[in-house]
């Protein structure tokens, strides 16, 4: 293997270890692998200890897009906030609250700021979101319900809940995303083929003279171009979010594989607002959607049992569960046929089978037992 091969290999590595997205436990990604064939992932692979794990996005700049959300993670009421929300995906036991967290009534609460992707209120973590975008709306969601009068403050948290459950609006900025970053797409579609294509036959046509160093200047040209429309587009989407714009920027230009990620760091947090069910609803295909308004329902309706939780906030969760997401829920879903139940995937019949799981459908051979797997919720007759 030549020097020119063994440094296109590496660089092939580098630019698919960038083709992933980073998620928490409660985060989901809807990406594309196709121009317009949406769906719903969440981390592939998880790491516990750092409590993110990682999806595969589309490698090729042409088709791919991704927009990245999650479930709620606070539970509010017209009290106070509670660090926890019932609204988990399995594994439901890594969404817990973050250490130190605790329910806090309006009153006491002083600050709140969103750093990264971290919520912060009175200085202290109480939430880890999947993009800096969604803490940052996070942050200004409370600090809207925070302001609020105590008589008002019940229809301010249903109004933050309608907003993100809103799918028009969703599918109303998503097309006006695909068309502001439609000359971009085109560009780094360039790069990427210059890159992978172009520079590797004017080092083997040309090896060390001068017409490979003007291939390499004319890539750089169509880098620098892209981190222009990236940086204008950037500051028009997130224009609070200046250190995320001049890290990105400053390292397009001078890693291509960056450059070509572009659309990528822009559509992550553009969504930030909305849950992952309105921009599915929005996005996906009929099946799709049908798999995952199902799975979230089945999350919904049978939570994973508390286990040593406060009191006080075991009672907020519950009743943000029960009193504002799941109707804010069922609203957006009320005018769609009935949504069909899957089948589990590899699973057969069995006439020993007579119990289930009600949140994973696991089947069971007596009746009785608890699901391990779901923290312990008792099985239901199948």
């Known amino acids: ?3 020119g091969q063994t440094f296109l290999l590496v660089f092939i590595l580098i630019y698919l270890s960038d ?13 594309a692998f196709s121009r317009r064939h949406f769906l719903v992932r969440r981390a592939a692979v998880s790491f ?16 791919g897009t991704v927009f990245a959300g999650q479930a709620w993670t606070l539970s509010l009421d017209r009290e106070g906030i509670a660090p926890l929300s019932r609204e988990n995906p399995n594994p439901g036991p890594a969404i817990t609250a973050p250490p130190g967290a605790r329910h806090l009534t309006w009153s006491e609460i002083e600050t709140i700021r969103a750093e990264e992707t971290k919520l912060l209120v009175n200085g202290r973590t109480y939430a880890i979101t999947a993009t800096a975008a969604a803490a940052l709306d996070l942050a200004h969601s409370l600090e809207r319900v925070l302001n609020a009068s105590e008589t008002d403050r019940e229809k301010a948290i249903s109004k933050v809940i309608a907003r993100s459950l809103n799918a028009r609006r969703t599918a109303r900025k998503a097309r006006l995303f695909f068309r502001a970053v439609r000359g971009l797409r085109w560009n780094a579609s360039i790069l990427f083929f210059a890159v992978f294509f172009v520079i590797p036959y004017a080092y083997w046509r040309f090896e060390d003279d001068p017409p490979f160093y ?3 200047l004319a890539v750089w040209l169509v880098m620098c171009q892209i981190v222009v429309e990236f940086w204008m587009l950037h500051r028009r989407f997130y224009p609070t979010l200046g250190t995320e714009r001049w890290t990105h920027a400053i390292l397009s230009i001078l890693f291509p594989h960056y450059a070509m990620r572009s659309i990528d760091v822009l559509s992550r ?22 798999r995952f308004a199902d799975r979230l329902r089945r999350d919904a309706l049978n939570p994973i049992p508390f286990s040593g939780e406060d009191p006080a906030l075991a009672s907020r969760a519950e009743h943000f569960r029960l009193h504002v997401f799941l109707p804010a829920v069922e609203r957006l879903l009320s005018g ?16 020993d089978e007579v119990s289930e799981c009600p949140r994973c459908r696991i089947p069971y051979d007596r009746i009785g037992l608890v699901c391990q797997d779901c923290g312990g919720i008792p099985t239901v007759p199948l």
């Open 1 to 3: 293997m030549t020097d």
């Open 19 to 31: 083709c992933l997205i980073w998620l928490p436990p409660s985060g989901y990604a809807v990406l």
């Open 214 to 216: 003007y291939t390499l």
């Open 269 to 290: 947090g553009f969504l930030a607002e909305s849950h992952p069910l309105a921009v599915a609803v929005a996005l996906a295909d009929r099946g799709e959607l049908e």
């Open 48 to 63: 516990h200890a750092v409590r993110k794990g990682f999806a595969v996005l589309q490698p090729l700049p042409p088709f």
């Open 336 to 351: 769609m046929p009935d949504l069909q139940e899957p089948a589990i995937e590899g699973r057969t019949s069995h006439p």
